[in-house]
């Protein structure tokens, strides 16, 4: 099967669910969670076989810029697929389904940069594999701060949306996001030691600014960690912290691949 058909299913599937589930929080009635989580996972399975066409080639991987971003885009929706089981997070879906059908399609359909398949050793993929999954779940932090920052905001002015009605308790939120920063910077902290251990050169050229702020959002995320617990760091500050450190991995990620699949290649 060509990869236009799952690719247009998962779009449609994500869209689609994404309307079900804004449409049912407009009108301030809780979403049916199992068709939320039985529609995404349909998605997410037509979306990974897509994804796998695209990046699975003779010469080795081809994690380009869109690539990638499916690819991790792919691995959060996963992640809080399964986090939906267990915890009450599938508000986080109203943001990332969208997400999944933006670069579902944008995987398929935009011209890719260039870039050299990745053929290499397995510690190489797992240092692969391990950063992907840091950045999927700093990805779901990220969206959780904003989601926490919407109701603190509503809450105060007495004001709440459908949405936010649907939230759990504000103390609920906060652990929730710092459950997932813990997750992502030990993740975070494996993908960097993995590098160090299976990369040859990290500081080399067209390494160098990606590990470099790489290195500084692990110190971001670990200061923030380190006054959660010491300091009792929240709201605001942490919000801005989790921000902070999200878009210094960000730009480390996707700024040079950018950068050197687009911009150099004019």
């Known amino acids: 099967m060509q990869p236009l058909l799952p690719s247009l299913i998962a779009a449609v599937l994500y869209i689609g669910t994404t309307a079900y589930q804004g449409t049912s929080l407009a009108r301030r009635t809780p979403p049916h969670k199992p068709l939320l989580l039985l529609a995404g996972l349909?998605?997410?399975?037509?979306?990974a076989y897509s994804l796998s066409q695209e990046l699975l080639t003779?010469?080795?991987l081809a994690l380009d810029f869109f690539?990638?971003?499916?690819?991790?885009?792919?691995?959060?929706?996963g992640l809080t697929l399964l986090a939906c089981l267990r915890i009450p997070v599938q508000n986080l879906l109203l943001f990332l389904y969208p997400l999944g059908a933006l670069?579902?399609?944008?995987?398929?359909?935009?011209?890719?940069?260039?870039?050299?398949?990745?053929?290499?050793?397995?510690?190489?993929?797992?240092?692969?594999?391990?950063?992907?999954?840091?950045?999927?779940?700093l990805t779901i932090a990220v969206v959780q701060?904003?989601?926490?920052?919407v109701q603190d905001h509503q809450l105060k002015h007495k004001h709440p949306s459908g949405l936010i009605r649907n939230f759990p308790p504000l103390q609920t939120m906060e652990s929730l996001l710092f459950g997932f920063l813990w997750g992502g910077w030990s993740l975070l902290s494996l993908s960097l030691i993995s590098g160090w251990l299976f990369v040859d050169n990290?500081?080399?050229?067209?390494?160098?600014?990606?590990?470099?702020?790489?290195?500084?959002?692990?110190?971001?995320?670990g200061v923030l960690l380190w006054g959660r617990h010491q300091l009792g760091w929240r709201g605001h500050k942490a919000i801005r912290w989790t921000l902070a450190g999200f878009c210094l991995l960000m730009l480390a990620y996707f700024g040079s691949k950018l950068v050197k699949e687009f911009i150099l290649h004019i």
């Open 42 to 47: 349909v998605a997410l399975l037509c979306q």
């Open 58 to 60: 003779p010469a080795g």
């Open 67 to 77: 690539n990638a971003a499916s690819l991790i885009s792919a691995a959060v929706t």
């Open 103 to 137: 670069t579902t399609l944008l995987a398929l359909l935009m011209p890719h940069g260039t870039i050299e398949p990745i053929n290499e050793q397995p510690g190489i993929l797992a240092h692969i594999l391990l950063s992907i999954l840091a950045y999927g779940l």
């Open 145 to 149: 701060a904003l989601l926490l920052l």
């Open 202 to 221: 990290l500081f080399a050229q067209h390494l160098a600014h990606k590990t470099i702020l790489s290195c500084f959002a692990w110190v971001v995320f």
